[in-house]
């Protein structure tokens, strides 16, 4: 069974734009081909991609899929209060339904906005999978533990269940889904914790995925308790192996970047958060030339407040000039090729290129569109001018997710119900 993408451009892993079809091997959920107009034959399946862009599916390389139900709900205030008084006091009464519930929406909002990839952190794990299995998106997830304030036993249970979660769920979904072990953040797990339970992760082979320096209320007390950058402390306690990766490193020092590029551990950058929250900016264009892998993530929508990555491809650009205070830092391949090539090698999957061989997670972009006209530089449209309601179809693993904007695989309007009465009754027990 094949499906054949026709009549479109498409970006190369080289960022060249080429007139040409892709066809993709259904039951491998690979692409087989991609080859002149009118030259691969016939396929039982054909999407019609003319006046479009074929271009590789996008990477969110960070978020918490379910907080779309607190989309809109608190705003404005800096990360440790907004957490503190608004975001955790309504978490703590998220039910496993809310969670299934927010992650469809979120999900829903990725596939039409042109995401084929997400990494979450989140609890409640198991109703994110089988959102996962149902809408037919490919993710990476995890159980996220936290051990301050609690006692214990607690704290260990926690942390017992991201490792049980990420060896229950790994290949889940017809592979579709891998997972991670999450420990919060460096402030928000004991050290004795991290010592006692990365070397477990690392006995069943899971990569590592942490919120890292992402204020500077995460690095000061760090180097006053033990003297070292975070992350220096965190090479010490095993954390950052390749195949490991960190949300934000907005504060980070020459030495945590070249422990990044040494290590081959990940940053996913996630602009939008961080203005938002007023975290920082953080140096990517230095990371970049230092050889970091770097991808991008909206993080929670809360505090973004939407999924659509081209969002933060063009929020990467902009607020990578200014912190490099050049325009030519972050240019406009940079900003995409974190969004698809460069998420993809934090997260360790063959996604994020349009090649024979990659898997076929794909999305088409319309050209036919005023902010799109005219066609100088495509490469340019797609980080500075087209936004997530300009992709056409969407597909993973060679299936249709999205086909002339109609989501095949979620019921939209019984997705975003659900998701109204939850969020309004969540909010209504919890204030
Ligand atoms: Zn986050």
Request: hydrophobic share 45%; net charge negative.
């Amino acid at each position: 069974m094949t499906l054949l993408i026709e009549g479109g451009r498409v970006l190369g892993p080289d960022f060249s734009v080429e007139q040409a079809d892709v066809l993709v091997d259904r039951e491998s959920g690979t692409i087989e081909a991609v080859g002149d107009p009118g030259e691969l034959g016939e396929a039982a399946d054909v999407l019609d991609a003319s006046d479009g862009l074929v271009m590789p599916g996008l990477v969110n390389a960070h978020t918490h899929v379910a907080m779309t139900l607190l989309r809109g709900y608190a705003d404005d205030k800096p990360l440790d209060r907004w957490l503190r008084e608004d975001i955790w006091p309504v978490e703590a009464n998220l039910t496993p339904e809310d969670v299934r519930a927010g992650a469809e929406l979120g999900i829903l909002e990725m596939i039409r906005s042109g995401t084929t990839t997400f990494s979450d952190m989140y609890f409640h794990v198991p109703e994110i999978a089988a959102a996962v299995e149902e809408s037919g998106i490919r993710a990476v997830l995890g159980h996220t533990a936290i051990t301050v304030g609690k006692d214990d036993e607690a704290a260990r249970a926690d942390l017992k269940e991201s490792l049980d979660v990420a060896r229950e769920l790994d290949g889940a979904a017809d592979g579709r889904i891998t997972t991670t072990f999450q420990p919060h953040s460096l402030t928000t797990v004991g050290g004795d914790y991290l010592a006692e339970f990365v070397p477990k992760a690392r006995e069943f082979g899971l990569p590592i995925h942490l919120h890292a320096n992402e204020t500077s209320d995460e690095v000061d007390p760090i180097v006053a308790e033990h003297g070292v950058r975070p992350l220096a402390y965190a090479r010490d306690l095993g954390l950052l192996d390749s195949g490991d990766f960190l949300a934000h490193g907005v504060h980070v020092d020459d030495s945590e970047i070249a422990l990044l590029a040494e290590t081959g551990a990940g940053v996913v950058h996630c602009p939008a958060s961080n203005m938002k929250l007023a975290s920082g900016i953080a140096p990517v264009q230095r990371m970049l030339e230092a050889g970091v892998t770097v991808g991008l993530g909206t993080d929670g929508a809360a505090s973004n407040n939407d999924l659509d990555v081209f969002d933060e491809v063009r929020d990467a650009a902009m607020v990578g000039k200014l912190a490099a205070a050049d325009a030519s830092a972050v240019d406009a391949r940079a900003a995409v090729e974190m969004a698809t090539a460069g998420g993809a090698a934090v997260l360790g999957l063959d996604v994020g290129r349009v090649e024979p061989g990659a898997l076929a997670d794909l999305a088409v972009l319309d050209l036919d569109a005023a902010h799109l006209t005219p066609h100088h530089d495509l490469v340019s449209h797609l980080a500075y001018a087209a936004r997530g309601s300009d992709v056409r179809h969407t597909v993973c693993a060679g299936r249709v997710l999205m086909r002339d904007r109609e989501v095949r695989t979620l019921e939209e309007r019984a997705v975003c119900a659900r998701a109204e009465e939850r969020a309004a009754e969540l909010v209504a027990r919890s204030t």
